[in-house]
């Protein structure tokens, strides 16, 4: 059952990695490379989407890692699955404490009602998703070393 759990927990955690990974280098991209308003009504109904998504999916990862830490607690990896859980942590922190407010704000802008600082803005917010790119990475790197 232990080894069921890893392979989830890992597995939803990777998927995780890779759609904020895609956010990041991909999606943004191509929604800053849209016209003006175009680019930012597509911000607008991103956040709306992956807002209403992405607190079960963060909060499931930390879930299932505290589980597994708790389960195969005497299990070698252990280690690994408590720091790559207490990054998890980190991640949701700095969600809710830099990226949803800004998500939140951005999620109910029109071209007729944005602020004249809409783009620094999702710069910042765009800012602050890299770094939280690069814990959720070293998570997942965490719980894929702890399978071995």
């Known amino acids: 059952m232990l080894n069921a759990l890893e392979v989830?927990?890992?597995v939803v955690v990777g998927l995780?990695?890779?759609?904020?990974?895609s956010v990041a280098f991909i999606m943004n991209r191509i929604l800053d490379a849209l016209p003006e308003d175009s680019g930012q009504?597509?911000?607008a109904h991103g956040g709306r989407m992956l807002g209403a998504l992405m607190p079960f999916w963060y909060i499931g990862s930390l879930v299932l890692s505290a589980i597994w830490a708790i389960a195969g607690r005497h299990h070698h990896g252990t280690?690994?699955?408590?720091?790559?859980a207490a990054l998890l942590i980190v991640s949701v922190v700095m969600s809710i404490l830099l990226l949803v407010p800004i998500n939140n704000r951005n999620?109910?802008?029109?071209?007729?009602?944005?602020?004249?600082?809409?783009?620094e803005?999702?710069?910042?917010?765009?800012?602050?998703?890299y770094v939280r790119v690069a814990v959720l990475i070293a998570a997942f790197t965490l719980l894929v070393a702890a399978l071995a």
């Open 8 to 10: 989830v927990t890992t």
């Open 16 to 21: 995780l990695v890779g759609v904020e990974f």
């Open 41 to 43: 009504l597509g911000h």
């Open 79 to 84: 280690g690994l699955v408590v720091v790559a």
């Open 107 to 119: 999620k109910t802008w029109t071209p007729e009602n944005r602020p004249a600082d809409w783009k």
């Open 121 to 129: 803005q999702l710069n910042r917010w765009g800012r602050y998703h």
